[in-house]
């Protein structure tokens, strides 16, 4: 149900995802960096990763398709991803959102905390929060 992309998930992953160019998509699928909630050949959700500084893992974008949202699937993509991470010795990530935006409030139940923000022209706050893995 929840696994790292294949090229094969491309074009239901673009469909939800309108962020990135579809090379780029494809060199961060080799690279494992996307993650897929399936239900049979349908993509339900994705959620995509990179590496702040080089060192930490950043979630840039955590969409599901509005059919299967505040079911606990977007819960269940982040945190099979933090797992992930821990596992591959990972202690902290990390991810964003605008602060008008709904899902710092998500974020937060899960265990994330603001960690400070910053501002681009003629948009919001982009807050930034953080999540340690060590137990």
Excluded: C
């Amino acid at each position: 149900m929840i696994h790292v992309a294949t090229a094969e998930d491309s074009a239901g992953i673009l469909q939800l995802d309108r962020h990135i160019q579809p090379d780029r998509l494809a060199k961060k699928i080799t690279d494992g960096e996307v993650y897929v909630l399936k239900f049979g050949a349908e993509v339900a959700g994705t959620l995509r990763y990179s590496w702040f500084w080089d060192n930490t893992p950043f979630m840039n974008l955590l969409y599901l398709q509005p059919a299967y949202q505040r079911q606990g699937w977007g819960r269940q993509l982040v945190v099979h991803w933090e797992q992930q991470m821990a596992a591959a010795s990972y202690d902290t990530v990390l991810t964003s959102t605008l602060a008008n935006e709904p899902a710092q409030h998500f974020y937060r139940r899960l265990g994330y905390r603001d960690i400070g923000g910053f501002v681009l022209p003629d948009e919001p706050l982009e807050l930034v929060l953080m999540k340690s893995l060590a137990h």
